[in-house]
């Protein structure tokens, strides 16, 4: 076989390698990213799901907190009316 010709083939043969090594590099790199964009949705949706209870938490402690105050001070006003009744 001709040198020159030899050498021709294992450039074009290295090209060819790098380039299918670097196309499979590439996926790769593709694949683990969309694994982590998968993982980072699950994450966030948890995170979410957890800000979404304590924020019904709160809100139903205000409620409960409210309703608690509501029903003293209207028991207070009708202590007092009965007071000022009684003079």
């Known amino acids: 076989m001709d040198a020159g010709l030899a ?3 294992v450039f074009v043969g290295t090209l060819g390698g790098g380039a299918v090594t670097a196309f499979w590099n590439k996926k790769a790199e593709n694949y683990a990213t969309k694994q982590d964009i998968g993982d980072l949705t699950k994450i966030t949706k948890k995170i ?3 800000i979404s209870s304590d924020v019904w938490d709160r809100q139903k402690q205000w409620e409960l907190k409210r309703d608690i105050l ?3 001070t209207k028991k207070a006003g009708g202590v007092k009316r009965t ?3 009684s003079s």
């Open 83 to 85: 007071f000022d009744n």
């Open 70 to 72: 509501f029903e003293i």
């Open 48 to 50: 979410e799901a957890e």
């Open 7 to 9: 050498t021709l083939m």
